[in-house]
């Protein structure tokens, strides 16, 4: 995607937030990376566990299968958009920068976008998490009436069968997701520049 095949998805985003070294030595000397250990591993597969119970919350959706190409991905997204209520994994790309949305829900107000962590509280990095969605989806023409972070709730013990309402918490970030749009544009717009330089 883009020139010299270099694009930003929100991970990256978020690496380049946190390191530009990181995020150059990604782009340019990928083979460098350590492959995931063990731990790593297991975060992952509770990740993704943890988002397939998130989507029961909003049942009956549409899933947009991550092993197709990243040209596929957006194709399907933009079909299940005609159809569909609530998409899964839904697939957008603008300025050179790829998102998956966990979840969207569509309102009368327009879309709901859902970001799901298996984290049981929240950190700095998933305000610029949902920003940089945001940014994407707008620039997209995708009207988001909503944002929020989804995250597992420490507060609740399970007594029975697993409640979900309670499991997982919801957290309304649609006026800091709007308040960090500059910041997201300048911020992409330097990491652009960074990886066309050298390394940092």
Known sequence: M?????YLSKSRYIRGLQCYKSLWLL???PELASPPD???QTVLKNGYEVGDLACELFPGGKMIPTDASLGEQISLTKEAMASAD???EAAFSHGNVFIRADILQK???GWELYEVKSAA????????DVAVQCHVLDSAGIPISKACLVHIDSSYMRSGPLDLQQLF??????????????????????MRSML???EP
């Open 27 to 29: 782009e340019h000397r």
């Open 121 to 128: 509280g929240m950190k700095n990095e998933y305000y610029d």
């Open 86 to 88: 609530v998409i899964y």
């Open 196 to 198: 066309e330089g050298d």
């Open 107 to 109: 309102k009368n107000a």
């Open 2 to 6: 883009g020139r010299n095949g270099m």
């Open 38 to 40: 063990e731990s790593t």
């Open 169 to 190: 918490k919801i957290v309304d970030l649609t006026e800091e997701a709007r308040v960090r749009q500059s910041e997201v544009i300048e911020s992409l717009a330097r």
